[in-house]
């Protein structure tokens, strides 16, 4: 049904249905939808960017299936409570939108563009999910991501510096590390021309770390005690943008390669990259992604006090 413009109401729906677990209303002319929604007991994905659409049911809550909700460029202004099996939320170029409810977290928020948007509850409640930890566990793949306009790095990142990429010391405890959050504010707009896209404009983050043996030098491989063996997201997908936006990346599954090199130093390198492959012709480009600033903030067992890293 996507690109149904004359298409303004979705019919009641009377008895549950079973089977439908992906349904496409994008661009048609749909402004609402009906509380019985929820009777799509088995929907996995709803796809309402660039419909009219104002608000949703509360009853969406109840869609236990549930898992990726897009609603880009709508005029919806406050997003109701959400379902937990929801892993993926997009809302770009959502220039309405004010407030969301946070009941769960989940692994992928884009607010790209929102500039109305109350960022301060998303953040602190990020920050609070990240201490409690078990649900962080349940999301996919323990990990968090959200994409949000502005530049002002939380002040519980407790490290902070600017430039391509991020070396900080581990602590001398770092065996009771629990995960790893970044903030990273991108030096130039996200609609710049050099940044690499894919055919729909996005463009993803990677990352890779490497850590220095303890008194390490910089100058030479052989130093070098522990490094990724593959490409990791940072973000999937960065859609363009004009002004600052910042991207707030906390996983677990990362710190069980850091754990063991307590008072070494690691360095995190953040990139885009771009593979093309066909049966004559194929390349990779790999290219730097500038940073403004950015932020980590290192998360440790409740119990352990968390030590400076000028106390190490």
Known sequence: MSGCSKLENFPEITVPMKSLQYLDLSKTGIKEIP??????????????????????????????????????????????????????????????????????FWHLMDFTNCFKLDQKPLIAAMHLKIQSGEEIRQTRQGAIRMVLPGSEIPEWFGEKGIGSSITI??????????GIAFCLVFLFSLASRDMLRESNGSSAV?????????????????????????????????MPSDSD???????????????KYSGNEVTFEFYHFLSKHGRKVGYEIRRPFKLKSWGVYLHFDENIRKRKFWEM
Not at 211 to 226: A, P, Q, R, T
Request: aromatic content about 6%; glycine content about 4%; charged content about 20%.
């Open 35 to 104: 509380s019985s929604f929820k009777d799509m007991i088995s929907l996995i994905t709803l796809e309402l960017h660039g419909t009219p659409i104002g608000e949703l049911p509360l009853s969406i809550k109840d869609m236990v299936c549930l898992s990726m909700l897009t609603l880009n460029g709508t005029p919806i202004k406050a997003l109701p409570e959400l379902p937990p099996s929801v892993w993926c939320l997009t809302t770009h170029d959502c220039a309405s939108l004010e407030t969301v409810n946070i009941g769960r």
């Open 169 to 178: 010391p581990l602590p001398s405890n770092c065996h009771h590390l629990k």
């Open 206 to 238: 990677y990352f890779d770390y490497h850590v220095k043996s303890e008194n390490g030098e910089h100058d030479g491989d052989e130093e070098v005690v522990c490094a990724s063996r593959e490409r990791r997201y940072a973000l999937y997908s960065l």
């Open 245 to 259: 936006h910042m991207i707030l990346h906390y996983e677990l599954d990362l710190v069980n390669h850091l754990r």
